[in-house]
Each structure stands twice: as structure tokens, then as C-alpha cells.
């Protein structure tokens, strides 16, 4: 069935390293969206992409959506501690089916 | 706004035991869903209402859970009975007006069935 993996599943930084996780997808996405989720704390929308090879950036956070629309990656330069979290992306297919991606839990060493 | 609302926080609860979950969307969202969260299984959409109906319950584990929303400011999620397995950390978020639009989580409800 359609899933939506995320690599790497855990990474660990030293604040001011730049940090990248990756969204593959085994269909066509209609769109995509990232979340981040502090520890004990609940998911929080950051951005969606729609369009092919789509880049948006915030601030240190750049996302892209892939050409073919099944990958899509987040790149955080510079971390600061507060990047702590776990990162998902999430997206919903041409059923209307909604996935989320198994997350990236990202660790910054002061 | 307050946000999503959900109560009760933390749950702990023995096997066999009825256990109901509760939430409030924002005002004036159109779309609420119910999700679990674990270690092994990571987050996962169990259904998700639209306008007081639900659309999509194939996430739904078994028939032990059953989830209603009776009117636009309340949905429950009811496992009866409970099982150890059923520990989780359950989310519950709306959106405004499309299945494509950002999702607001509440706090979540922390279950632990011993």
C-alpha cells in the first residue's frame, strides 16, 4: 500500500550544522506538508508545497517538492537548539488518502 | 481561538475498562480527525470526519474503537474494551475547510492501559 518514509530517522547535530531529512513516497503526491513536533508536545503545521519542483523557504528552513511529485526534503541551516523536534512530512495522494511519514527525530548538541 | 481542545490530558486505565476520549475543533472548521501515536507505529490517521460525518474510517484498528461527533463542537473516541496495546498518544486536530489545508492538533490525550 502507499507509504510515505522518511530518512534519516534520527539524526544528531552540533548547533550551527545544517540538516536534511528526505520524503519518498511510492505514488504521486498531490500535495505535501510538514510538521514538527517538540518533545511532548503535539504536531505543528509549517508549510505545504502543490506544485511540481516547488521551494519555499523559512527563515533557515528551506522545503522542496520534488519534479516528479513522490519526494520532497527539509533543510535546516545552521541549527539552533530550538530545532529540536521530530519532523514530518505528510501527503495525500490522488484517493484523498492522508499519510504521514514515519518522522526524523533531530537532536542539536549546544 | 483555543485551539483544539482535548480531555482528558492523561488517562491511565486497566485492561477491560471503557475508556472515552474526548475534542473540541476550532470553531468553524469543517474537518476533524482522530490519530494515534506510538514508538513502533509512528502517527496514524484512525478517521476523519466532514461536517459531522464521517468520511474515512479504514484506520479504525478494530471494532473495540468507535468514534462519533454528534455536532460541530464535539467528537469522541471510545475503545471499549481497552487493551495494553491500545497504549498510545492520541491526537485529535481539525482543518477549515478542505482535506488538503492545514491540520490543527490539540494537545493530544496521553492513554496508558495497564
Known amino acids: 500500500g502507499q507509504q510515505v518514509m522518511q530518512i534519516p530517522q534520527y539524526q544528531h547535530v552540533q548547533e550551527g550544522e545544517d540538516f536534511t531529512t528526505y520524503c519518498n513516497s511510492s505514488?504521486?503526491?498531490?500535495?505535501i506538508q510538514w510538521y514538527k513536533q517538540r518533545p511532548g508536545g503535539h504536531p505543528v503545521f509549517l508549510i505545504q508545497?502543490?506544485?511540481?519542483?516547488e521551494v519555499k523557504k523559512q527563515k533557515r528552513l528551506t522545503f522542496q517538492f520534488g519534479e516528479a511529485k513522490k519526494n520532497s526534503s527539509l533543510h535546516i541551516t545552521a541549527t539552533q537548539t530550538t530545532d529540536v523536534g521530530t519532523y514530518f512530512c505528510?501527503?495525500?495522494?490522488?484517493?484523498?488518502?492522508?499519510?504521514f511519514g514515519s518522522g526524523t527525530k533531530l537532536n542539536v548538541k549546544p | 481561538d483555543a485551539g483544539v481542545i482535548q480531555s482528558p490530558r492523561h488517562e491511565v486505565t486497566e485492561m477491560g475498562q471503557e475508556v472515552t476520549l474526548r475534542c473540541k475543533p476550532i470553531?468553524?472548521?469543517?474537518?476533524l480527525f482522530w490519530y494515534r501515536q506510538t514508538m513502533m507505529r509512528g502517527l496514524e490517521l484512525l478517521i476523519y470526519?466532514?461536517?459531522?460525518?464521517?468520511?474515512?474510517d479504514s484506520g479504525m484498528p478494530e471494532d473495540r474503537f468507535s468514534a462519533k461527533m454528534p455536532n460541530a463542537s464535539f467528537s469522541t473516541l471510545k475503545i471499549q474494551p481497552s487493551e495494553p496495546r491500545d497504549s498510545a498518544v492520541y491526537f485529535c486536530?481539525?482543518?477549515?475547510?478542505?482535506?488538503?489545508?492545514?491540520?490543527?492538533f490539540g494537545p493530544g490525550t496521553r492513554l496508558l492501559v495497564l
Open positions: 486536530a481539525s482543518s477549515l475547510a478542505s482535506y488538503q489545508e492545514t491540520q490543527y
Open positions: 505514488t504521486t503526491l498531490s500535495n
Open positions: 508545497l502543490v506544485k511540481s519542483g
Open positions: 505528510a501527503g495525500r495522494d490522488n484517493f484523498n488518502k492522508f499519510y
Open positions: 470553531s468553524g472548521h469543517d474537518y
Open positions: 470526519f466532514n461536517n459531522n460525518v464521517p468520511i474515512d
